[in-house]
């Protein structure tokens, strides 16, 4: 059974601190990591991918990679309330189909 | 560009009923997905196509569960007879490259409810 854990949280920051979202992985085969954004009743949205071990960022978002420990992680500088949501870390499982296998999410409060 | 769009939005019905929902992906996504979400739980895989052929049904709970996609356009879920467990967000997913590849564009999601 291929899992993908994550802390539901929820996970309260206060704005402008850096918030840090893990996620931990079983299938040591898996060869690409996703964070998905979730917004309460919407639909969840792809907002970074990391393919290596190390470092990805994009604005205020970076992913870190550790396939060695199997975990991946999103930080989040100058959180703002606007980040406030459900996270997502979603694993590509090894095999033929590479379907991604989705944790259960980290609720995240940015409070003023 | 529109984007993933699934009916209905929410799903009330009593156990043993018949519920269909619908998903039209983006135009020219030959990959479509079909996820659940059991509160508390997270995003399960159902199924993929591409086009209209079933790749991977792996995740397909039981019989009760048909996927349809006629013409490689949109797509169908049927559960019938629904029972009280099958409650649940079911999230379509389209991209136009694989899942590996390539990011899932969600839709808003199904609520179904099983009384």
């Known amino acids: ?112 | 560009e529109a984007g993933v769009t699934q009916f209905p939005s929410h799903s009330v019905i009593e156990k043993g009923q018949t519920v269909t929902l619908r998903c039209d992906p983006i135009s020219g996504h030959d990959n479509l997905y079909w996820y659940r979400r059991v509160m508390g739980k997270e995003i399960k895989f159902l199924l993929h196509f591409v086009k209209e052929s079933k790749q991977d049904e792996s995740g397909m709970p039981n019989n009760r569960f048909l996927a349809e996609r006629t013409g490689g356009t949109y797509s169908t879920l049927k559960v019938q007879p629904a029972e009280l467990e099958d409650s649940g967000v079911y999230f379509c997913a389209s991209s136009r490259r694989l899942a590996f590849a390539g990011e899932l564009f969600f839709g808003e999601g199904s609520r179904l409810t099983v009384l």
């Open chain 1, 1 to 112: 059974q291929k899992e993908v854990e994550q802390n539901s949280g929820p996970l309260s920051v206060p704005e402008g601190a850096i918030a840090s979202l893990n996620c931990t992985y079983s299938d040591r085969g898996s060869q690409s990591f996703f964070w998905y954004r979730q917004y309460s009743g919407k639909s969840p949205e792809l907002i970074m991918f990391i393919y290596s071990n190390g470092d990805k960022e994009d604005g205020r978002f970076t992913a870190q990679l550790n396939k060695a420990s199997q975990y991946v992680s999103l930080l989040i500088r100058d959180s703002q309330p606007s980040d406030s949501a459900t996270y997502l870390c979603a694993v590509n499982s090894s095999g033929g189909s590479y379907i991604p296998t989705f944790g259960r999410g980290t609720s995240l409060i940015v409070h003023p």
